[in-house]
């Protein structure tokens, strides 16, 4: 029941680290942080369709 349909909006670079904006219709905006090897991969790019799935207990909440 946590899962969405999004859509990378943005990938940027966070130190050994990249962040990833996902957005979509039917997905809350979300930012996974993810790594280098990870985005590779899975092939993601800004416009890549992806489904988020988010683990209640593993949500940290950080400033933007």
């Given at each position: 029941?946590?899962t969405?349909?999004?859509?990378v909006?943005?990938?940027t670079?966070l130190?050994s680290?990249?962040?990833?904006?996902?957005?979509g219709?039917?997905?809350?905006?979300?930012v996974?942080?993810?790594t280098?090897e990870a985005?590779a991969?899975l092939?993601?790019?800004?416009?890549?369709?992806v489904?988020?799935?988010?683990?209640a207990?593993?949500?940290?909440l950080?400033?933007?």
């Open positions: 029941r946590n969405y349909a999004c859509t909006t943005e990938i670079a130190g680290r990249l962040r990833v904006l996902l957005t219709a039917d997905c809350p905006a979300l996974a942080e993810i280098p985005a991969d092939a993601l790019r800004e416009g890549t369709p489904w988020a799935s988010v683990k207990t593993d949500i940290t950080v400033a933007l």
